[in-house]
């Protein structure tokens, strides 16, 4: 079998060319969506990062507004800018890139965000929505991965699904997602994580194999089962090259569908959060 790939590039940019309609209408009522990007320090990956963010907006017609703060910023000065943004009218969404410098306490200042303007959906509010079944902003690399497999016509429903990785902003939520009695979802999730002990064993029934671990080569071909769905979502450097956590070449001679890197769920963090910032902006002007 040599799998069929799944396009993450162009799915991302059919959902931000859908968000346009959105958006055009939330400008002609004056409410245009605004999203405020805070950098803290000069960390190469999180520029190329923000950069991006603020591109996909521009071309979408939101508002995009950077705070480029230095690496010495203390915690009270960001806790300001937060609670600033927080009261903008103009900005909808608030994002503080990660990771901040380690004399940031990370948690504080993720929690003085307004749920309301949690674009990235990591206020522990929006994660205890998620797990009840009642969404207000979805993580944006889970949601993205989830829309991936929507949209490839990939059916969660009842499936065998493994995800490799338990972090806050990935595995956890995403296995969040997957269980909820919710279209897209209802499967039967398995979290393989540091400790787990002959994951293989998981794998192998998996019919859908979601990799977010940071670990590349971790999936092997001999770990997935004939047929199975792979989606990667590993972005690590090796040798100056961007790799998943996939064994693409091996694994795509078993899988029936996978995903790229870069290509893949890469691409649908940003056209998440895109849509999310829109949601924000309708939701408060109560569309
Ligand atoms: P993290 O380091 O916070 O978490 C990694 C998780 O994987 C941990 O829970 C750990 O238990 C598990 N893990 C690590 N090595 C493992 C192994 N060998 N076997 C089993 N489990 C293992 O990372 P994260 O922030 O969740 O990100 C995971 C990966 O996804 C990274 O490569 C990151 O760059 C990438 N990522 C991509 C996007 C995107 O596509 N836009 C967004 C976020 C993260």
Redesign the pocket.
């Not at 393989?192 to 787990?196: G, K, L, P, V």
């Given at each position: 079998m040599t799998a069929q790939i799944i396009d993450g590039k162009k799915i991302s940019m059919d959902i931000r060319e859908e968000l346009r309609p959105r958006v055009d209408l939330l400008t002609d009522k004056g409410a245009k969506p605004g999203l405020a990007v805070v950098l803290v320090g000069d960390d190469p990956a999180s520029q190329v990062?923000v950069r991006n963010k603020e591109r996909a907006c521009e071309k979408l017609g939101i508002l995009s507004v950077k705070h480029d703060l230095s690496q010495e910023t203390s915690q009270e000065e960001l806790l300001a800018l937060v609670e600033n943004l927080n009261q903008d009218p103009s900005i909808h969404g608030v994002l503080v890139q990660l990771p901040l410098p380690s004399h940031i306490n990370e948690k504080e200042i993720l929690y003085a965000i307004s749920p309301e303007k949690d674009v990235d959906g990591f206020h522990p509010q929006n994660l205890g929505r998620l797990v009840i079944g009642d969404p207000l902003f979805l993580p944006?690399?889970p949601w993205?991965v989830q829309e991936l497999l929507l949209r490839s016509g990939v059916q969660v429903e009842g499936k065998n699904v493994v995800i490799?990785?338990?972090?806050?902003?990935?595995?956890k939520p995403l296995t969040m997602m997957l269980i909820q009695k919710a279209k897209g979802a209802n499967a039967t999730v398995t979290v393989?994580?540091?400790?787990?002990r002959n994951?293989e064993f998981f794998t192998r029934s998996a019919d859908i194999l979601i990799?977010?671990?940071?670990?590349p080569g971790?999936v092997t071909s001999e770990m997935v089962k004939e047929g199975a769905v792979v989606i990667d979502?590993?972005?690590?450097k090796v040798n100056d090259r961007l790799v998943?956590?996939v064994d693409f070449e091996g694994v795509s001679k078993v899988a029936s569908l996978i995903t790229p890197v870069p290509g893949?769920?890469?691409?649908?963090?940003?056209a998440m959060l895109m849509a999310n910032t829109v949601k924000a902006a309708e939701y408060r002007i109560g569309l």
């Open positions: 990062y944006c690399t993205g490799f990785g338990r972090s806050n902003i990935v595995g393989c994580h540091t400790r787990t994951p990799a977010a671990a940071g670990s971790l979502v590993g972005i690590n998943g956590d893949g769920a890469g691409p649908m963090t940003i």
